[in-house]
Nanobody, 123 residues
Framework: QVQLVESGGGSVQAGGSLRLSCAASGHTFSMNWMAWFRQAPGKEREGVAALFTVIGNTRYADSVKGRFTISRDNARNTLYLQMNSLKPEDTAMYYC????????????????WGQGTQVTVSS
């Protein structure tokens, strides 16, 4: 079992920045990929960024490349998502996920999920 707790969401104006955190506990040694997903009202959940915990490879959705950075502090078992140059279309509930069931880390197919943290970007 892996437990995931997100924090760091909030409201910000367009062009601003936020950093999301995801604290992992439990059987964290078994994780392959960890990722951030988001879901806006009326839309499907989409993969934003993913990180392969063993060697640090990353993947990003085209919509956030160059603006978002995923990283992990192994000593603290914490995953981060640094979000810069935020846009109103980034407004969504952001979820942390762990242990991908597929080889496509931005696919919505993970074993463990956090409860989510809301990000709201105003224009």
């Amino acid at each position: 079992q892996v437990q995931l707790v997100e924090s760091g969401g909030g409201s910000v104006q367009a062009g601003g920045s936020l950093r999301l955190s995801c604290a992992a506990s439990g059987h964290t040694f078994s994780m392959n990929w960890m990722a951030w997903f988001r879901q806006a009202p009326g839309k499907e959940r989409e993969g934003v960024a993913a990180l392969f915990t063993v060697i640090g490879n990353t993947r990003y959705a085209d919509s956030v490349k160059g603006r978002f950075t995923i990283s992990r502090d192994n000593a603290r078992n914490t995953l981060y998502l640094q979000m810069n140059s935020l846009k109103p279309e980034d407004t969504a509930m952001y979820y942390c996920a762990a242990i991908s069931k597929t080889t496509s880390p931005l696919r919505d197919s993970y074993t463990y999920w956090g409860q989510g943290t809301q990000v709201t970007v105003s224009s």
